[in-house]
């Protein structure tokens, strides 16, 4: 009966094909899926690069927070092994010499940056800092313990760091190059806007571009800037004055095994004890996971994922269609031969089981060659991703847009098996009508079809 | 050749007032109005008749491949006309053979796999155990059809008289009570038709299986023991005038 179920089944190149729909339909599936969880990986990754376990912002009360009261605060906490404090402000950066002419849309000489005022080593403390200055390309700084050291001289300014893709688009002179020493000028908005009506002064500093480093997060690729956060070369003396906050946020590294809501209550009670405000009530501030902080983000790649998922099973339903299809073309070609089994002794079970058998045959075909051509494509991604690009010059995620490192792909072994389950599963509920019909043959009806 | 099997005192096919009609449209035409007939051991028999006598219809009740409206089939004693269709196809399977007058051999299958094809619906699981026993005895008897030299040919690449040996061989294989046979040499010229008979008529001899052989040849029909003839869906004496075949 085996070699029957198999002679019907490659009867007719039309019926492989249907084992090959099933298994395109199912690796395509599994491939997207394995690219969309590299993707979430890699923007899960990149989101983390310079997040902390915690993300404390103060609440504002009437006096402007400051590090040291919440340092101390913290210093207790058994739940936080590191925190590091940031001074967030916004401004225009520019170059010496330059003319910052806003009202002109199409002058493109002053770009918005977000300055972020970190302590180095508590900030390399808490999260990938120390690797994204150890990575940088354009112009790694030479001690990166002290990132923000410029040259010596008279002229020195306050040191920063920019991005390598930000340091790609300095304009340097015939002969000059980043290590030089070369100037920035970053006009920033005050700590507090004043009141509707009154003037808006922004303050203007000139500060020196100390070297570069890796932007793990593409978030900060071009408009994110790091400086140091406080004393006479940092933020918050040079361009936001003394009466402003010196910090804006915090970020908390957890102790191992801590989970994020003990240590989110054991902050919280470590502030109440120091007589700090609660962050969250009617004075602001708020104290959430680094996934929280960016769950649209995040919730919008998990969304792309499932939506794809959901396309791709019409993929996976239309082969098993073309199963079906082809399995209830052969019960009406075979029919004749139906008859013969049952005037041989074949029962309604027996003829309806050996289609099912069949159905269950190619699904299994179909269900095993889909995976094991995903699973192969995706350990071999990058040769694969090289070859589109070589042959065709298809570059699936290109550079100039996606900042990912070749193709993402993993492999989820669990969800792979059960999407193959679920499609040999779809195959089989495919397969009942056709077996039905072939158990319901009226074998009279049958010897006499021609 | 195997030995003559030993002759029961059960005659292995009774049927008793036979009755069937299919519905055409919102009438019924009857094909069989209350056909009585008894088959003994080893007995070849001819079913004559015009087209659409019922010769066909007939062959089909009693080999349990459909249920007569009224009537009652035994095999070796047991009333098997009430069957369902799973345990209807059991009993085909180990009691009764068929040989059509198309052959109807599985295209996909070579001669001796379409010989085994009964005895593998009749074993279930047991046929793993059994099969070289098996397929040593469906051997033999494609031997014994002439056809030992060609047990992997497929159908295809045999002659009508060929498969039509294949068909007979598929048949005995089971060691049927009974035999049942729907114009057996109707596809065949003269010659290769009476030696298929002649072979067929042997092995049921040999195997001691009841045949009821439906024709239109009386050639075919003076070779069987006894001859019943059919006519407007009744059998009729043998003496009796019945209209001739066309």
């Not at chain 1, 502030?271 to 983000?297: C, D, H, I």
């Not at chain 2, 009333?79 to 059991?90: M, Y």
């Not at chain 2, 051999?105 to 593998?120: F, G, S, Y």
């Not at chain 2, 006894?226 to 407007?232: G, I």
Request: hydrophobic share 50%; proline share 7%.
């Amino acid at each position: 009966m085996s070699r029957l179920v198999l002679a019907w089944l490659f009867r007719r190149p039309v019926q492989a094909l249907a084992i090959l729909g099933v298994a395109v339909g199912l690796a395509a599936l599994l491939l997207v899926q394995a690219v969309m969880n590299g993707l979430i990986e890699t923007n899960e990754a990149a989101v983390r690069a310079f997040s902390g376990d915690l993300h404390l912002v103060p609440a504002v009360g009437e006096t402007p927070p400051r590090w040291d009261d919440y340092a101390a605060a913290l210093a207790d906490v058994a739940e936080v092994e590191a925190a590091a404090p940031h001074l967030v402000a916004h401004a225009l950066s520019s170059f010496p010499g330059w003319t910052m002419e806003l009202s002109q849309t199409g002058y493109s000489d002053a770009q918005q940056v977000r300055l972020v005022g970190v302590d180095p080593e508590a900030e390399a403390r808490v999260n990938r800092f120390g690797e994204a200055l150890a990575r940088a390309e354009v112009a790694p700084v030479a001690d990166p313990s002290r990132p923000f050291a410029v040259p010596p001289g008279p002229f020195a300014r306050p040191g920063l760091l920019v991005s390598d893709d930000f340091a790609r688009g300095v304009p340097l002179a015939q002969g000059e190059d980043l290590h030089g020493g070369k100037k920035v000028e970053l006009a920033a908005l005050p700590w507090r806007l004043p009141p509707p009506g009154e003037r808006l002064v922004p303050v203007n500093g000139v500060f020196t571009i100390a070297g570069t480093y890796a932007p793990l997060d593409f978030r900060t690729a071009l408009d994110v800037v790091f400086l140091e956060r406080t004393g006479p070369n940092g933020l918050h003396w040079n361009l936001l004055g003394s009466e402003a906050a010196d910090f804006t946020e915090a970020l908390l590294k957890l102790a191992p095994g801590v989970s994020a809501e003990a240590g989110k209550a054991a902050v919280l009670e470590a502030l109440s004890r120091a007589g700090l405000p609660r962050p969250g009530g009617a004075a602001g501030g708020e104290l959430v996971t680094w996934r929280e902080r960016n769950a649209t983000f995040l919730q919008a790649i998990h969304t792309e994922r499932r939506m794809t998922t959901l396309v791709l099973s019409f993929v996976v339903l239309v082969a098993a269609f073309g199963l079906f299809a082809v399995l209830a073309a052969l019960v009406r070609e075979k029919v004749r031969d139906l008859g013969v089994l049952a005037a041989c002794g074949a029962g309604p079970w027996t003829r309806g089981g050996l289609v099912f058998g069949l159905g269950a045959l190619a699904s299994a075909l179909g269900a095993a060659l889909g995976f094991g051509v995903a699973r192969w494509l995706v350990a071999e991604k990058d040769a694969v991703a090289a070859f589109l690009d070589r042959r065709f010059g298809i570059q699936i995620f290109p550079a100039q847009l996606y900042v990912v490192d070749g193709l993402p792909a993993v492999w989820n072994g669990g969800g792979a098996v059960r999407l193959a389950l679920a499609t040999f599963l779809l195959g089989l509920l495919f397969t009942l009508m056709p077996a039905l019909r072939a158990a319901r043959t009226d074998p009279v009806e049958a010897l006499r079809y021609e | 050749m195997t030995p003559t099997a030993p002759v029961s005192s059960v005659p292995p096919l009774v049927a008793h007032g036979l009755e069937k009609a299919y519905r055409v449209g919102r009438g019924r035409l009857p094909v069989l109005r209350g056909v009585s007939l008894v088959l003994c051991s080893g007995e070849l028999v001819a079913l004559m008749g015009a087209s659409g006598s019922g010769k066909s219809t007939l062959l089909h009740l009693l080999g349990l491949m459909d249920r007569p409206d009224a009537g009652e089939v035994l095999l070796d004693g047991e009333r098997v006309d009430r069957l369902g269709a799973g345990a209807a196809a059991r009993v085909r399977a180990r009691r009764i053979g068929f040989v059509f007058q198309q052959f109807q051999l599985l295209p996909e299958l070579n001669a001796l796999q379409n010989v085994l094809l009964p005895r593998r619906l009749a074993l279930g699981r047991l046929w793993w155990r059994r099969r070289r026993a098996e397929t040593a005895a469906a051997r033999r008897l494609l031997e014994a059809v002439g056809l030992g030299e060609r047990l992997r040919h497929r159908p295809t690449m045999l002659s009508g008289g060929e498969q039509q040996r294949v068909a007979i061989a598929r048949a005995l294989v089971s060691r049927p009570a009974v035999l049942l046979a729907d114009e057996p040499t109707g596809n065949l010229d003269r010659r290769t038709g009476h030696e298929v008979l002649t072979l067929l008529l042997d092995l049921a001899r040999a195997h001691g299986t009841a045949v009821l052989l439906a024709t239109h040849d009386p050639a075919v029909a003076q070779a069987c023991d006894r001859v019943l003839r059919l006519a407007d869906g009744e059998l009729v004496p043998p003496d009796a005038e019945v209209a001739p075949t066309p």
